[in-house]
């Protein structure tokens, strides 16, 4: 079946340090891809999302690109702020369900 | 802005006991879940709905049942509530089709079952 890997549990970086997070995924056909972002204490909100190879999807900062050939849409960010500390989410959809990677719990270290 | 509210926000229940979790959303959209989040687990899909008066299984429903009475409303019914069931549940709606996966959450309901 489809699924979603976040290679990363965990990041810690200083503030304005540079951000990725890994996402690989494993899908037939073109399955539509998010980010996700969970605050402390609130439920997950969309960040973005992405339909088609190449296409970029970006919010507040962040981006990531759909790359069908290494299957990946791995969420970057040039300089973090405290403010983004939160868990991120990657997930997939086939127009049927979403799919959920696991979770990588961002740090910024003071 | 769309909008999903959950009740209760917290709730301590007893082991046996009955817990109702309800879920309303002003969106209009069709499909509606319920997810629980254990630290370790992320997001596990209990119950979900394509509409009104229906309800289907996801990925973790034993011990949860789900009631779907009209387009805005959805409820996550434990009927005999064990420690196990401990957790922060959160509910979502979105749409379908080219939609689906653009999901928009409640704040959650954190429940402690002792």
């Known amino acids: 079946g489809d699924s979603v890997t976040q290679t990363e549990g965990q990041v810690a970086l200083s503030e304005e340090d540079f951000l990725t997070i890994h996402c690989n995924y494993s899908?037939?056909?073109?399955?539509?891809l998010f980010w996700y972002v969970q605050y402390p204490g609130e439920g997950p909100q969309l960040l973005f999302r992405a339909s088609r190879d190449k296409e970029k999807g970006s919010s507040r900062g962040f981006e990531a690109t759909y790359d069908k050939g290494t299957t990946s849409f791995h969420l970057r960010k040039a300089s973090v702020q405290e403010s983004d500390s939160a868990v991120y989410y990657c997930?997939?959809?086939?127009?049927?369900?979403?799919?959920w990677g696991s979770g990588t719990k961002l740090i910024i270290k003071p | 802005e769309a909008a999903v509210t959950q009740s209760p926000r917290n709730k301590v229940a007893v082991t046996g006991g009955k817990v109702t979790l309800s879920c309303n959303q002003t969106?209009?959209?069709?499909?509606m879940y319920w997810y629980r989040q254990d630290t370790g687990h992320g997001l596990r899909l209990i119950h979900y709905?394509?509409?009104?008066?229906?309800?289907e299984k996801g990925d973790i429903p034993d011990g949860y049942k789900a009631s779907r009475p009209s387009q805005e409303n959805f409820s996550l019914i434990l009927e005999l509530a064990t420690p196990s069931q401990t957790s922060v549940y959160f509910c979502?709606?979105?749409?379908?089709?080219?939609?689906?996966?653009?999901?928009?959450f409640g704040e959650g309901s954190k429940l402690t079952v002792l």
């Open positions: 899908a037939s056909g073109y399955p539509t």
């Open positions: 709905s394509y509409g009104a008066g229906s309800t």
């Open positions: 969106n209009n959209h069709n499909n």
């Open positions: 997930a997939l959809s086939d127009n049927y369900q979403l799919i």
């Open positions: 979502a709606s979105g749409g379908g089709g080219p939609n689906t996966g653009q999901l928009y």
